[in-house]
């Protein structure tokens, strides 16, 4: 008999949302699995366990949701050669991010992800996920990311993209990007792209990766007319054992 957890305990997630969450590993749609997974989380007093699931496994999927685990999100992994990012116009100027940009990339990205998971689920309040998403690109600029660049305009930041290095391979995934939602459509997030371009033939990076909700047109609209092609499609489901 496997004695593989059925979960990991996310430690971060669980501080940041202030109650025990946990990512479901392997899912499967063998009932003896979902009894396991079931057990598993009472027996560790799990308040929310997160899963994802490919959008071809329907069995697993109808499982899960019949298990009441909730959908949340289609997210959507696109994949681009770094040398097809655009050739860089120099409409805006691009830097990399200092500290001192931390501010004001907190008050941009808690106003810019609205879309996400976190807000679908009324279990987040909508404040917390703001406050996540300023978190996230805060941490980013400290060092979880590999190098963040900033859009910088009229001496105001005006748009962000973060960039983590995959171990074994010369892949990169996109963490964060976003634009001012007063400044979008007007090249920034291209001129973005551009530059991370340049990083990428620089470093060594051959392959950039991202993940965006199906609902997200504009960002969808944007990887397509960019060279990126869509790799995967996958549901994010959560379950909760606290009461609404
Ligand atoms: C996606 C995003 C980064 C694009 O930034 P941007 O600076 O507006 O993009 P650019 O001006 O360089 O490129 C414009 C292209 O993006 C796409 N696009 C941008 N906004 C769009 C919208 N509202 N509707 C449809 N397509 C849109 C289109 O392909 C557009 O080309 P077009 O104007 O010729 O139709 C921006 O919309 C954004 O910050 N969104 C919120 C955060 C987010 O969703 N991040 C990505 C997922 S995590």
């Known amino acids: 008999m496997s004695t593989t957890a059925p979960c990991v305990r996310l430690q971060w997630d669980s501080e940041w949302w202030r109650c025990e969450v946990v ?16 057990k598993w989380c009472a027996d560790h007093h799990v308040d929310m366990a997160m899963v994802l699931i490919p959008s071809d496994e329907v069995t697993t999927l109808e499982v899960f949701v019949a298990a ?14 770094a040398s097809t ?3 860089f116009r120099p409409t805006v100027v691009i830097r990399k991010a200092e500290f001192g940009d931390i501010a004001e990339l907190r008050d941009i990205a808690s106003r810019n992800h609205r879309g996400s998971r ?3 689920d009324p279990h987040f309040p909508n404040e917390r996920c703001d406050e996540f998403y300023a978190e996230w690109i805060e941490n980013d600029v400290r060092g979880r990311a590999d ?18 290095r995959q171990e074994d391979s010369t892949d ?29 033939a620089h470093v060594g990076v051959t392959r ?6 199906a609902t997200n047109d504009p960002a969808l609209s944007f990887y397509q007319s960019h060279g990126f092609s869509i790799r995967a499609s996958e549901h994010w489901l959560h379950r909760w054992w606290l009461p609404d």
């Not at 990512?23 to 079931?38: G, H, N, Y």
């Open 68 to 81: 009441g685990f909730q959908r949340v999100d289609n997210r959507v992994t696109l994949v681009a050669s």
């Open 23 to 38: 990512r479901v590993v392997a899912p499967s749609s063998a009932p003896e699995k979902i009894v396991a997974l079931e």
């Open 118 to 120: 976190f807000y679908e």
């Open 147 to 164: 190098v963040v660049f900033v859009a910088h305009e009229e001496q105001h930041i005006v748009g962000y993209l973060s960039l983590r």
């Open 208 to 213: 950039v990766v991202v993940a965006t909700q």
């Open 172 to 200: 990169a995934t996109i963490s964060l990007v976003g634009v001012d939602p007063a400044r979008q459509r007007r090249g920034i997030a291209s001129a973005l792209f551009a530059h991370m371009g340049q990083w990428c």
């Open 85 to 87: 990012m655009p050739v």
